[in-house]
T-cell receptor
């Protein structure tokens, strides 16, 4: 079955340290992949997306993600986190031509001083 | 980017009553909108796909008679939770697809509606 897995439910990182959030997918073909961030009281915001081409994708807020077909992964990274990066992060995959998304379980990021 | 609004942001109702949630695309026309449900500390679960002018397509396990969806215009979709019960309490989120060329069009999400049924 098609699935999106985020192995880490919760990550704590110090401000200024690097951050990597893991995402694995299980699809037959190359999926269209997304990373969204959800802050309290706000809607999901798209950080970046991968459809094809360069496997290293640059997004907003200093985030980037790398698509690795061999590992079925699409991990999100940021070199230096800010306190404002504390939020819930979701990896998602496009599942059909109508635009339906399947989301991973999410990773809660806590940033400590 | 495009903006999607939801109203109300939170609602508390008595068991047995119906609640309507609105989802609006403010600066673009959305031929397709999606409704999600999110339980605390959990991911978003797609409930239904709403296409303007046609009946919504519900995901397996979602009661179409309980969760009525109407997409009467290109900027408005509504979700009505009929005869709400405490187990319907949840965070409901809509998204709207900006039609630029296909299924890979960016989806914009509303801020969500917190429903509490007493």
């Amino acid at each position: 079955a098609q699935s999106v897995t985020q192995p880490d439910i919760h990550i704590t990182v110090s401000e200024g340290a690097s951050l990597e959030l893991r995402c694995n997918y299980s699809y037959g073909a190359t999926p269209y992949l997304f990373w969204y961030v959800q802050s309290p009281g706000q809607g999901l915001q798209l950080l970046l997306k991968y459809f094809s081409g360069d496997t290293l994708v640059q997004g907003i807020k200093g985030f980037e993600a790398e698509f690795k077909r061999s590992q079925s992964s699409f991990n999100l990274r940021k070199p230096s986190v800010h306190w404002s990066d504390a939020a819930e992060y979701f990896c998602a995959a496009l599942t059909d031509s109508w635009g339906k998304l399947q989301f991973g379980a999410g990773t809660q990021v806590v940033v400590t001083p | 980017g495009a903006v999607v609004s939801q109203h109300p942001s939170r609602v508390i109702c008595k068991s047995g009553t119906s609640v309507k949630i609105e989802c609006r695309s403010l600066d673009f026309q959305a031929t397709t909108m999606f409704w999600y449900r999110q339980f605390p500390k959990q991911s978003l679960m797609l409930m239904a796909t709403s296409n303007e002018g046609s009946k919504a397509t519900y995901e397996q396990g979602v009661e179409k008679d309980k969760f009525l969806i109407n997409h009467a215009s290109l900027t408005l979709s509504t979700l009505t939770v009929t005869s709400a019960h405490p187990e319907d309490s949840s965070f409901y989120i809509c998204s709207a697809r900006e039609p630029l060329g296909g299924s890979t069009d960016t989806q914009y999400f509303g801020p969500g509606t917190r429903l509490t049924v007493l």
